[in-house]
């Protein structure tokens, strides 16, 4: 038996994790679910985005499913998923990129982002009221272990090749101390072979040659872009799961947000949190249940009378929630 703390989230949250934990639990394998929460309405009653108890169950129980959390707007609030990222020391954001549309040229990359420094340190001073200084964090640790995660991904599930992004050529110091440290951990890995290519021209690459494109490492905003950019090639937000990885603990969950211009209208696609929920029965050793999940969510794209209105279907949250457990063999 696993134990999973579950973070429902805010905004279309509630209705994507729950029906994650219906597919989740139709797979058979056996989960013991602690509820924890999280965002608008624990702000509303407490005047903190994530109750006490819950990173109490998160530093318990090691293992999460989240839901995706608003961030209030011009309140001083950090995100939470920045804060929980920095917390946990969660190093890996790991989002795979897959074509589900046989029909779709096949596209299959992995994005490694690095996770808790860079733009994201949330180091920024105000000089005068007319200038700002955001300060990039780059260090030899938090890169190499980047880049040690992506090879030993590659290694473990015979990838060929291993990219990283920069744009040393502007950021001479900075990202060239992060290419230095690719480098030294690629001289372990003589079996994989490398490439190095600069954020902007990757940006091109992916859109015209998206199947060129195998294991991908990078800091922490040029993967949050690339990744936004895969999934606009794959078909939308709405399929695209995410996982952080730290050394004690793991939390899962998909790459959109709360997305508040349909919340509570029963529309919200599914996929994306329950590709989230393959990644982490992946890591909780429980492979075959994630393989049946992935192969359902493939027959049922072919199906546009069950899919949500975000993948062109006619369907809503219940119809491809049902398709999705009635796919699983
Ligand atoms: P968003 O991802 O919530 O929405 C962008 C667009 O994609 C919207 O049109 C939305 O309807 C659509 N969309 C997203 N997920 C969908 C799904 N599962 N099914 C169908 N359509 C879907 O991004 P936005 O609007 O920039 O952010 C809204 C809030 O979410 C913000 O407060 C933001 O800070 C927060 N956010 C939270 C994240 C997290 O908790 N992991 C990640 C990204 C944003």
């Given at each position: 038996m696993h134990t999973v703390v579950q973070i429902p989230g805010d905004g279309i949250g509630p209705e994507v994790s729950k029906a994650t934990r219906q597919i989740v639990e139709a797979t058979g394998v056996n989960i013991r679910w602690v509820m924890a929460?999280?965002?608008a309405q624990v702000l509303k009653e407490t005047g903190e985005l994530v109750a006490e108890s819950t990173y109490q169950a998160i530093a318990t129980h090691g293992?999460?499913?989240k839901g995706p959390i608003t961030t209030p707007i011009g309140t001083g609030f950090r995100s939470v998923n920045v804060s929980l990222r920095q917390k946990y020391d969660l190093f890996a954001n790991i989002r795979p990129i897959r074509?589900?549309?046989?029909?779709?040229?096949?596209?299959?990359?992995?994005?490694?982002?690095?996770?808790?420094?860079?733009?994201?340190?949330?180091?920024?001073?105000?000089?005068?009221?007319?200038e700002v200084h955001a300060i990039k964090v780059i260090t030899r640790g938090a890169s190499t272990r980047i880049a040690k995660a992506g090879f030993d991904y590659a290694r473990a599930n015979g990838r060929k090749t291993v990219t990283a992004v920069h744009k040393a050529n502007i950021m001479k110091l900075?990202?060239?101390?992060?290419?230095?440290?690719?480098?030294?951990?690629?001289?372990?890995?003589?079996?994989?072979?490398?490439?190095?290519?600069?954020?902007?021209?990757m940006c091109m690459q992916l859109v015209m040659r998206?199947?060129?494109?195998?294991?991908?490492?990078?800091?922490?905003?040029?993967?949050?872009?690339?990744s936004d950019l895969g999934a606009g090639l794959i078909g939308g937000l709405g399929l695209v799961p995410s996982?952080?990885?730290?050394?004690?603990?793991?939390?899962?969950?998909?790459?959109?947000?709360?997305?508040?211009?349909?919340?509570?209208?029963?529309?919200?696609?599914?996929?994306?949190?329950?590709?989230?929920a393959a990644l982490m029965l992946d890591h909780l050793g429980e492979q075959d249940a994630a393989k049946a999940i992935r192969?359902?969510?493939?027959?049922?794209?072919?199906?546009?009378?069950?899919?949500?209105?975000?993948?062109?279907?006619?369907g809503n949250t219940d119809s491809l929630t049902r398709?999705?457990?009635?796919?699983?063999?």
């Open positions: 929460d999280a965002g293992v999460v499913l074509s589900l549309d046989a029909r779709a040229p096949a596209i299959d990359f992995i994005i490694f982002r690095e996770n808790t420094e860079d733009l994201y340190a949330g180091r920024e001073i105000k000089i005068s009221d007319d900075a990202d060239g101390l992060f290419l230095e440290a690719f480098r030294a951990v690629a001289a372990s890995y003589p079996e994989i072979a490398t490439n190095e290519v600069i954020v902007d021209n998206p199947d060129a494109y195998d294991v991908i490492v990078t800091e922490n905003l040029y993967g949050d872009i690339l996982a952080n990885i730290g050394t004690t603990c793991a939390i899962f969950e998909a790459v959109h947000g709360s997305a508040p211009d349909i919340a509570g209208k029963g529309m919200a696609n599914p996929i994306a949190l329950t590709l989230s192969e359902s969510v493939e027959a049922v794209m072919r199906d546009k009378s069950v899919l949500t209105p975000d993948l062109g279907g006619k398709a999705l457990i009635a796919g699983l063999h």
